[in-house]
Protein backbone atom coordinates (compact mmCIF):
# COMPACT_ATOMS: atom_id res chain seq x y z
CA UNK A 1 0.00 0.00 0.00
CA UNK A 2 1.38 3.49 -1.28
CA UNK A 3 2.08 5.32 2.23
CA UNK A 4 3.56 9.78 1.96
CA UNK A 5 5.34 10.72 4.37
CA UNK A 6 6.14 14.53 4.66
CA UNK A 7 9.20 15.93 7.46
CA UNK A 8 9.14 18.21 9.23
CA UNK A 9 5.14 18.29 10.45
CA UNK A 10 6.17 22.15 11.24
CA UNK A 11 8.67 24.48 10.39
CA UNK A 12 9.28 27.96 11.41
CA UNK A 13 12.05 30.42 9.77
CA UNK A 14 13.07 33.75 9.79
CA UNK A 15 11.51 36.08 6.34
CA UNK A 16 14.29 35.71 3.59
CA UNK A 17 15.76 32.29 4.45
CA UNK A 18 15.16 29.49 1.42
CA UNK A 19 13.98 26.14 3.02
CA UNK A 20 12.95 22.54 1.81
CA UNK A 21 10.11 20.47 2.86
CA UNK A 22 10.83 17.00 1.95
CA UNK A 23 7.88 14.34 0.90
CA UNK A 24 8.93 10.57 0.88
CA UNK A 25 6.78 7.63 -0.72
CA UNK A 26 7.04 3.79 -0.06
CA UNK A 27 6.40 2.28 -3.99
CA UNK A 28 8.07 4.24 -6.81
CA UNK A 29 4.92 3.40 -9.19
CA UNK A 30 3.56 6.46 -9.18
CA UNK A 31 2.17 8.50 -12.49
CA UNK A 32 3.15 11.45 -11.15
CA UNK A 33 3.51 13.79 -8.14
CA UNK A 34 1.67 16.81 -6.95
CA UNK A 35 2.79 19.80 -4.07
CA UNK A 36 -0.29 21.80 -2.60
CA UNK A 37 -0.64 25.04 -0.34
CA UNK A 38 -3.45 25.17 2.13
CA UNK A 39 -4.90 28.18 4.10
CA UNK A 40 -6.42 27.78 7.42
CA UNK A 41 -9.89 26.65 6.75
CA UNK A 42 -9.58 26.61 2.65
CA UNK A 43 -9.30 24.30 -0.12
CA UNK A 44 -5.99 23.39 -1.77
CA UNK A 45 -4.18 25.53 -4.54
CA UNK A 46 -1.73 23.52 -6.55
CA UNK A 47 1.85 24.42 -6.89
CA UNK A 48 3.60 21.67 -8.74
CA UNK A 49 2.68 18.39 -10.82
CA UNK A 50 5.94 16.59 -11.17
CA UNK A 51 5.44 14.10 -14.38
CA UNK A 52 6.95 10.27 -13.27
CA UNK A 53 9.64 11.00 -16.09
CA UNK A 54 10.58 14.42 -15.36
CA UNK A 55 13.18 14.90 -12.62
CA UNK A 56 12.07 18.69 -11.71
CA UNK A 57 9.47 22.10 -11.51
CA UNK A 58 9.90 25.32 -11.02
CA UNK A 59 7.70 27.98 -10.79
CA UNK A 60 8.81 31.63 -9.45
CA UNK A 61 10.47 31.15 -5.73
CA UNK A 62 9.18 27.58 -6.38
CA UNK A 63 11.25 24.50 -7.15
CA UNK A 64 10.07 20.83 -6.62
CA UNK A 65 12.66 17.85 -7.54
CA UNK A 66 11.36 13.66 -8.06
CA UNK A 67 13.53 10.94 -7.27
CA UNK A 68 11.15 8.19 -8.16
CA UNK A 69 14.05 5.41 -7.26
CA UNK A 70 14.63 6.79 -3.64
CA UNK A 71 11.42 7.59 -3.27
CA UNK A 72 11.54 11.35 -2.47
CA UNK A 73 10.41 14.96 -3.65
CA UNK A 74 11.28 17.74 -2.37
CA UNK A 75 10.02 21.52 -2.55
CA UNK A 76 12.80 24.39 -2.36
CA UNK A 77 10.97 27.62 -1.42
CA UNK A 78 13.37 30.77 -2.21
CA UNK A 79 13.70 33.47 -0.34
CA UNK A 80 10.93 32.79 2.07
CA UNK A 81 8.17 35.42 2.75
CA UNK A 82 5.49 35.85 5.48
CA UNK A 83 2.60 35.23 2.96
CA UNK A 84 4.67 31.77 2.21
CA UNK A 85 3.13 30.87 5.60
CA UNK A 86 0.53 27.73 5.55
CA UNK A 87 0.26 23.77 5.32
CA UNK A 88 1.93 22.21 2.20
CA UNK A 89 1.06 18.96 1.42
CA UNK A 90 2.32 16.25 -1.04
CA UNK A 91 0.12 14.01 -2.93
CA UNK A 92 1.25 10.73 -5.78
CA UNK A 93 -1.24 9.86 -7.82
CA UNK A 94 -1.47 5.94 -8.07
CA UNK A 95 -3.39 4.05 -10.97
CA UNK A 96 -5.81 1.51 -9.32
CA UNK A 97 -8.30 -0.66 -11.26
CA UNK A 98 -7.70 1.58 -14.37
CA UNK A 99 -8.32 5.10 -11.87
CA UNK A 100 -6.59 7.84 -10.89
CA UNK A 101 -6.15 8.30 -7.39
CA UNK A 102 -4.16 10.45 -4.85
CA UNK A 103 -2.43 9.21 -1.88
CA UNK A 104 -1.38 12.28 1.07
CA UNK A 105 0.79 12.98 3.08
CA UNK A 106 -0.41 14.82 6.39
CA UNK A 107 1.27 18.04 5.45
CA UNK A 108 4.23 20.36 6.94
CA UNK A 109 2.40 23.49 8.68
CA UNK A 110 5.24 26.19 7.49
CA UNK A 111 5.62 29.45 9.44
CA UNK A 112 7.83 32.29 7.99
CA UNK A 113 8.20 35.01 10.67
CA UNK A 114 8.51 38.60 9.55
CA UNK B 1 -14.82 31.30 -14.08
CA UNK B 2 -14.13 28.45 -14.33
CA UNK B 3 -13.52 26.55 -11.40
CA UNK B 4 -15.43 23.91 -8.44
CA UNK B 5 -17.75 25.37 -6.06
CA UNK B 6 -18.89 23.52 -2.90
CA UNK B 7 -21.77 24.94 -0.92
CA UNK B 8 -22.74 25.52 1.45
CA UNK B 9 -19.27 26.54 3.39
CA UNK B 10 -20.56 25.70 6.61
CA UNK B 11 -23.11 23.07 7.46
CA UNK B 12 -24.51 22.02 11.47
CA UNK B 13 -26.88 19.10 11.54
CA UNK B 14 -28.32 17.09 14.41
CA UNK B 15 -27.30 13.71 14.79
CA UNK B 16 -29.20 11.11 12.96
CA UNK B 17 -30.01 13.40 9.84
CA UNK B 18 -28.57 12.80 6.57
CA UNK B 19 -27.06 15.91 4.72
CA UNK B 20 -26.12 16.18 1.69
CA UNK B 21 -22.81 18.26 0.05
CA UNK B 22 -22.95 19.87 -3.47
CA UNK B 23 -20.07 20.08 -5.43
CA UNK B 24 -20.22 21.24 -9.08
CA UNK B 25 -17.02 22.33 -11.54
CA UNK B 26 -17.30 23.74 -14.92
CA UNK B 27 -13.83 22.67 -15.93
CA UNK B 28 -15.47 20.17 -18.14
CA UNK B 29 -13.15 17.33 -16.00
CA UNK B 30 -14.22 13.78 -16.29
CA UNK B 31 -12.73 13.10 -12.76
CA UNK B 32 -14.15 13.83 -9.39
CA UNK B 33 -13.45 13.04 -6.29
CA UNK B 34 -14.57 13.53 -2.33
CA UNK B 35 -11.89 13.58 0.18
CA UNK B 36 -12.12 14.46 4.46
CA UNK B 37 -9.87 16.49 6.44
CA UNK B 38 -9.55 15.76 10.04
CA UNK B 39 -6.60 17.72 12.25
CA UNK B 40 -3.67 15.55 12.12
CA UNK B 41 -4.70 13.31 9.68
CA UNK B 42 -4.33 14.65 6.17
CA UNK B 43 -7.01 13.84 3.53
CA UNK B 44 -8.91 10.72 2.92
CA UNK B 45 -10.70 9.80 -0.40
CA UNK B 46 -14.31 8.71 0.29
CA UNK B 47 -15.18 8.50 -3.09
CA UNK B 48 -14.97 8.52 -6.46
CA UNK B 49 -15.67 9.17 -10.01
CA UNK B 50 -13.91 9.11 -13.38
CA UNK B 51 -16.82 9.14 -15.51
CA UNK B 52 -20.90 10.12 -15.35
CA UNK B 53 -22.40 7.09 -14.01
CA UNK B 54 -19.87 5.35 -12.26
CA UNK B 55 -18.06 5.36 -9.07
CA UNK B 56 -15.85 3.71 -6.73
CA UNK B 57 -15.21 4.09 -2.86
CA UNK B 58 -12.32 5.21 -1.58
CA UNK B 59 -10.70 4.09 1.43
CA UNK B 60 -13.46 5.22 4.31
CA UNK B 61 -16.84 4.89 2.32
CA UNK B 62 -18.60 3.45 5.14
CA UNK B 63 -21.42 5.84 6.00
CA UNK B 64 -21.49 8.00 2.84
CA UNK B 65 -22.80 8.28 -0.79
CA UNK B 66 -22.63 9.62 -3.87
CA UNK B 67 -24.17 10.03 -6.97
CA UNK B 68 -23.37 10.88 -10.64
CA UNK B 69 -26.15 11.70 -13.28
CA UNK B 70 -23.88 14.56 -15.01
CA UNK B 71 -20.30 15.47 -15.46
CA UNK B 72 -20.88 18.78 -13.56
CA UNK B 73 -21.91 17.46 -10.47
CA UNK B 74 -21.17 15.12 -7.57
CA UNK B 75 -22.98 15.41 -4.53
CA UNK B 76 -21.64 13.64 -1.17
CA UNK B 77 -24.39 12.43 1.09
CA UNK B 78 -23.25 11.78 4.62
CA UNK B 79 -25.99 8.96 6.19
CA UNK B 80 -27.02 8.90 10.16
CA UNK B 81 -24.70 5.91 9.14
CA UNK B 82 -21.48 7.90 9.42
CA UNK B 83 -20.11 7.61 13.45
CA UNK B 84 -18.15 10.60 12.68
CA UNK B 85 -19.24 13.22 10.62
CA UNK B 86 -17.64 16.25 11.62
CA UNK B 87 -14.89 16.87 9.57
CA UNK B 88 -13.72 19.58 6.67
CA UNK B 89 -14.56 18.00 3.41
CA UNK B 90 -12.88 18.93 0.06
CA UNK B 91 -14.29 17.95 -3.38
CA UNK B 92 -11.63 17.64 -6.44
CA UNK B 93 -12.01 17.70 -10.01
CA UNK B 94 -9.41 16.57 -12.83
CA UNK B 95 -8.76 15.61 -16.12
CA UNK B 96 -7.63 12.07 -16.95
CA UNK B 97 -4.11 10.61 -17.68
CA UNK B 98 -2.24 11.98 -14.74
CA UNK B 99 -3.90 15.48 -14.70
CA UNK B 100 -3.67 18.26 -11.82
CA UNK B 101 -6.33 17.97 -9.67
CA UNK B 102 -8.06 21.06 -8.66
CA UNK B 103 -9.87 21.61 -5.07
CA UNK B 104 -12.96 23.46 -4.14
CA UNK B 105 -13.32 25.68 -1.35
CA UNK B 106 -14.47 22.78 0.83
CA UNK B 107 -17.40 22.72 3.64
CA UNK B 108 -17.10 22.43 7.41
CA UNK B 109 -19.63 19.64 8.64
CA UNK B 110 -20.85 19.88 12.09
CA UNK B 111 -22.97 17.19 13.65
CA UNK B 112 -24.22 17.54 17.04
Known amino acids: ?114 | DGGITQSPKYLFRKEGQNVTLSCEQNLNHDAMYWYRQDPGQGLRLIYYSQIVNDFQKGDIAEGYSVSREKKESFPLTVTSAQKNPTAFYLCASAGTGGAEQYFGPGTRLTVT
Open chain 1, 1 to 114: KQEVTQIPAALSVPEGENLVLNCSFTDSAIYNLQWFRQDPGKGLTSLLLIQSSQREQTSGRLNASLDKSSGRSTLYIAASQPGDSATYLCAVTITQGGSEKLVFGKGTKLTVNP
